[in-house]
């Protein structure tokens, strides 16, 4: 692995929260990652980082200074107790933060300290459990504010992990590592994902993660499918299937035929082959096991907290919509959340005539309504319901 040293122009981008990640912003300490999964959305050209993406890392030597420079200009301080408190993704979608050359470079460790000082909040998502050295900062950081310590599990078979994930931890090391994050109760939960079609989106792949998530008190479990973006992304995963899962090929040739420029599949070849949707399946799965779907949404300090809750209940449901394949009101819901979430006003302290009129759907009010007096949504609880029902028929 050919390790390069450089000064990074920038470090943190805009972030949105949502039920992938409640979060305010994201940064990759990182470029490259020694992890070289084979379905690696991050060696795609789209996002003009390196062609020896799986074989070369560079380590941005000026992260914390530029972290530092981003608080500092938003008006945050280390000297005091900031009014606010933002919520920063460090996460293996594009780079893995726990890859090797942390043991050495150590600039996640130096990100952490920089968060903590300043009183910000971490939700990192990793697939080394190298992770578990920092697990003192994160305890200290979840005290005083929020730090979550999240791993991505994709498969249970240990020869198609280590075909598909050779530089990083095992599954059962991964597992192992979730234990330990939850006995120091910091929250932790599990990414499913990617669940590659005919390999990982099976019942016998994702059935025994949400099994093992559950016996080792995991938060949540979270499923979501492949995209394969054209060029380095798909060429080099085709190879793989290619070399190790032949008979695979000519299914996946199908289903990513379309070229689509985000590497999502066919919607309807997907249908076609009566394949079940690894979203669908997880719900079904996190409510049998009595696991979360989403990461748990905390509250960070300066915020309005009936926004934030209000706009997780309409998020949740848009996910169910997604479900259900009602496309038009998951849009509508979809909508709604994004402009809760952003309101810079309580919205919980307006009046009825005035809530009214704000731009959300109607098919919304009910849920927001239901906040407003109980404190919680009976229709999202309804709709959570159904779409177990329906779900649970479907893959039975
Ligand atoms: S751990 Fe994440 S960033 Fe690293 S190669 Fe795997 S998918 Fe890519």
Known sequence: ????????KSLIRKGYANLFAWVDASFNPYQGCSHDCKYCDGKAEKYGLHAD????????????????????????????????????????????????VEKEAKITRQLLE????????????????????????????????????????????????????????????RLSAIAKVKSKNIPCGVYLCPALPFIGDTAENMLPIYQKSQEINAD?????????????????????????????LPLYEQL???NHKYGQLDEKVYNQMQQIWPEQRGF?????????????????????????????????????YLLLMQFNLQKKFSKSAYFIENHPHDLGKIDRSTAQKL???????????????????????????DTYQQLNQKIK
């Open 114 to 173: 920089v968060l903590y000082q300043y009183g910000m909040s971490a939700h990192i998502l990793t697939k080394n459990t190298l992770a578990l050295k920092d697990l003192d900062i994160l305890e200290e950081m979840n005290q005083k504010h929020y730090a979550a310590l999240n791993f991505s599990i994709t498969l249970m078979d240990d020869k198609a992990q280590k075909i598909f994930e050779p530089g990083a931890s095992s599954t059962l090391e």
């Open 53 to 100: 993406f799986g074989q070369r890392v560079r380590v941005k030597v000026n992260a914390v200074e530029l972290l530092k420079t981003y608080l500092n200009k938003k008006g945050f301080s280390p000297d005091r107790a900031n009014p606010e408190s933002l919520t920063f993704f460090i996460s293996s979608g594009a780079c893995d933060p726990y890859q090797d």
């Open 1 to 8: 692995m050919k390790v390069d040293y450089y000064h990074a």
């Open 284 to 320: 079904v799965y996190s409510k049998q096991f009595n696991l979360g779907y989403a990461p748990k949404r905390h509250i960070p300090t300066g915020r309005h907290p009936f926004n934030m809750k209000a706009a997780e209940i309409l998020h949740k449901a848009t996910h169910c």
């Open 220 to 248: 949540f479990v979270q499923a979501w499918g492949l995209t394969l973006k054209p060029g380095r992304n798909k060429e080099e995963f085709f190879k793989i299937l290619a070399q190790h899962f032949p008979t695979k």
């Open 359 to 385: 731009p959300i759907a109607r098919e919304c009010h009910p849920y927001l309504s239901e906040l407003f007096q109980k404190k919680t949504s009976l229709s999202l609880q309804q709709l959570e319901a």
């Open 256 to 258: 990513y035929q379309n």
